[in-house]
C-alpha cells in the first residue's frame, strides 16, 4: 500500500470547519483513501472513504485532488468531541487487505 | 457501536502467564483483524483471518496465536506474558461487500504486572 504524510498537529475553533490534509503522492489507481479517527484509547473509528471523486456523509466530507496525490478531510463544524487523532490511510479494497497506520494527525478542537 | 465486540475490556495478569481475547465480529463478516497498540508503538497489525482461514500475518511474536471459529468469533491467546505485551488489542472486522469496510471493536486492555 502506498504511504501517506499528515502534519503531525493542529487545531480549530469549536463550530469552524477542520481541514485535514494527507499527503499520498505514490497512489496506484486501485488504491483508495481512507479516513479514520481514535478518540482518547478507544477503537479507532471509521469516517469516510474514496476513490477519486469527492464523498460526503455525515461525519465529513472527503476531496481528493484530480491526481489524486493528496486529500484533504473536511469536519464542516467541528466540536469538542472531534478532538481526536485522525488516520489518512491508502489501501485496495479486498478480503485480504488491512490497514496500515501511521501516526496520525491529531486534532484539537478549542472552545 | 460497531458492531464489535470485544471481552474482556480490562484484564491485569502476571508475568509468565497466558491469556485469551475474544472477538465477536460484525453480524455476517467473514473477516477479523487483530491490532496491538502500546504507547510507544502505534496501531500494529497482527493477525488476519478470513472465514476461518488466516490471511495475513503481521508482527506477530510467536508467543501469541490466534484462531477463527465456524461461528466466525475469534480469539487470540497471548503467552508467557511479558511487561512489554501490556497494551491495547483491537478487533476489527470486514465483510466481503460494501467496499470491505474495515470496523473496531472498543479494544481490550491488557495490563502485565
Known amino acids: 500500500d502506498a504511504k501517506t504524510t499528515q502534519p503531525t498537529s493542529m487545531d480549530c475553533a469549536e463550530g469552524r470547519a477542520a481541514n485535514l490534509p494527507c499527503n499520498h503522492s505514490t497512489i496506484s489507481g486501485n488504491e483508495y483513501v481512507y479516513w479514520y479517527r481514535q478518540i482518547h484509547s478507544q477503537g479507532p473509528q471509521y469516517i469516510i472513504h474514496?476513490?477519486?471523486n469527492n464523498e460526503t456523509n455525515e461525519m465529513a466530507s472527503l476531496i481528493i485532488t484530480e491526481d489524486r496525490k493528496s486529500s484533504t478531510l473536511i469536519l464542516p463544524h467541528a466540536t469538542l468531541r472531534d478532538t481526536a487523532v485522525y488516520y489518512c490511510i491508502v489501501r485496495t479494497p479486498g478480503a485480504n487487505s488491512k490497514l496500515t497506520f501511521g501516526k496520525g494527525i491529531t486534532l484539537s478542537v478549542r472552545p | 457501536d460497531s458492531g464489535v465486540t470485544q471481552t474482556p475490556k480490562h484484564l491485569i495478569t502476571a508475568t509468565g502467564q497466558r491469556v485469551t481475547l475474544r472477538c465477536s465480529p460484525r453480524s455476517g463478516d467473514l473477516s477479523v483483524y487483530w491490532y496491538q497498540q502500546s504507547l510507544d508503538q502505534g496501531l500494529q497489525f497482527l493477525i488476519q483471518y478470513y472465514n476461518g482461514e488466516e490471511r495475513a500475518k503481521g508482527n506477530i511474536l510467536e508467543r501469541f496465536s490466534a484462531q477463527q471459529f465456524p461461528d466466525l468469533h475469534s480469539e487470540l491467546n497471548l503467552s508467557s506474558l511479558e511487561l512489554g505485551d501490556s497494551a491495547l488489542y483491537f478487533c476489527?472486522?470486514?465483510?466481503?461487500?460494501?467496499?470491505?469496510?474495515?470496523?473496531f471493536g472498543e479494544g481490550s486492555w491488557l495490563t502485565v504486572v
Open positions: 476489527a472486522s470486514s465483510d466481503t461487500f460494501s467496499g470491505n469496510t474495515i470496523y
Open positions: 474514496g476513490l477519486k
